[in-house]
């Protein structure tokens, strides 16, 4: 019984506070713009880093944890051989902020130099100092910057994936706004909230709990990508009920209907679940549509309370992984 379970809690346990959980690593100077940005998420037991190549953007950013890549801070000139090469003298700076960790998040631009010629060596480091989940996110080229660079940071991720456990990808070409100051926006607002709500699951206090087993089985949930997907509401009951009545078409044009869902896994958020009626009204919306998976499809939630939000507000946080 004692190896069953050491087997199944290959870990130490989290000792609150030590913000041991997980490592958020941004790489490059647009990754390292937005993992600061994260500083507002305030999640506990979370370490914040960036690496980069360009001294004065590191100089710029409000992390106690930035590193410079190589000596001499003019960036990499859009050279991922020369960001490669730089990177592999920063291994033992790279190593400590990711030592001990459960969970290491790296955030990459890809198409910038520092980026795609650095997380390679990331991912390999994360393997090797034993974190029990790692997480690529990614944002993906606009078709303006080069059909060449779209599609050389489509090849990498693929050659990433099997070093990941999931992969999260923003792509620039989906985006609806106007002006690509407003698209880099869209894509950073994104990027902060699914890993804000991502660990959040497992950090935040939870009156039905999703732990960290239960995280890790939905990144491992075997399905032919590693890609996760994901959406979030926020409002009363009465506008949950409407957006969530087709929920899947919030998901990419991959998911033509509930049925192509191998694994969901959504948080159901509130200042004051002490509202019988209320509280009634809001699982009834959950049960009603996010239940009702698929046979052969699981899924896994949790509640939790939240003060930040207005009186009769609800945020609803979803996560998917595709069957094909």
């Not at 360009?54 to 960036?75: A, F, H, P, V």
């Not at 890993?195 to 890790?216: A, E, H, K, P």
């Not at 491992?220 to 890609?227: D, G, I, M």
């Amino acid at each position: 019984m004692e190896e069953n379970l050491d087997k199944l809690f290959d870990y130490r346990p989290l000792i609150p506070g030590s913000g041991r959980f997980a490592s958020i690593v941004g790489i490059g100077g647009g990754a390292g713009r937005v993992v600061d940005q994260m500083r507002k998420c305030c999640l506990p037991d979370v370490q914040l880093y960036a690496f980069g190549m360009n001294r004065k953007e590191m100089d710029e950013l409000s992390l106690c944890g930035k590193y410079l890549i190589g000596q001499e801070g003019l960036g990499s000139g859009k050279d991922r051989f020369l960001a490669e090469y730089e990177c592999s003298k920063s291994f033992p700076a790279i190593e400590s902020v990711l030592r001990g960790r459960l969970v290491a998040v790296f955030v990459v631009c890809l198409g910038g130099g520092t980026g795609e010629g650095c997380i390679r060596s990331f991912l390999q480091k994360a393997r090797e100092v034993g974190n029990k989940a790692i997480i690529l996110v990614a944002t993906i080229p606009h078709s303006s910057e080069g059909a060449e660079k779209r599609k050389n940071a489509l090849g990498l991720l693929k050659a990433l994936e099997p070093m990941a456990d999931a992969l999260y990808t923003v792509d620039y070409d989906d985006s609806r706004c106007a002006t690509l100051t407003e698209v880099f926006q869209e894509a950073d607002r994104k990027i902060i909230e699914f890993t804000d709500s991502l660990l959040g699951m497992v950090l935040r206090r939870c009156m039905i709990t999703f732990d960290f087993n239960d995280f890790r089985t939905f990144l491992q949930f075997p399905t032919p990508s590693k890609h996760i997907d994901f959406f979030m509401l926020v409002g009363s009951l009465d506008f949950l009920r409407k957006e969530v009545k087709d929920w899947w078409k919030k998901l990419p044009a991959k998911y033509s209907s509930a049925d192509e869902v191998a694994m969901a896994v959504f948080s159901i958020e509130n200042a004051d679940w002490s509202d019988d009626k209320e509280t009634t009204e809001a699982m009834d919306v959950v049960h009603e549509r996010f239940l009702q998976l698929p046979p052969d499809a699981e899924g896994k939630w949790g509640i939790y309370p939240d003060e930040t939000l207005p009186p009769h507000q609800f945020r609803l946080r979803v996560f998917t992984k595709c069957k094909r």
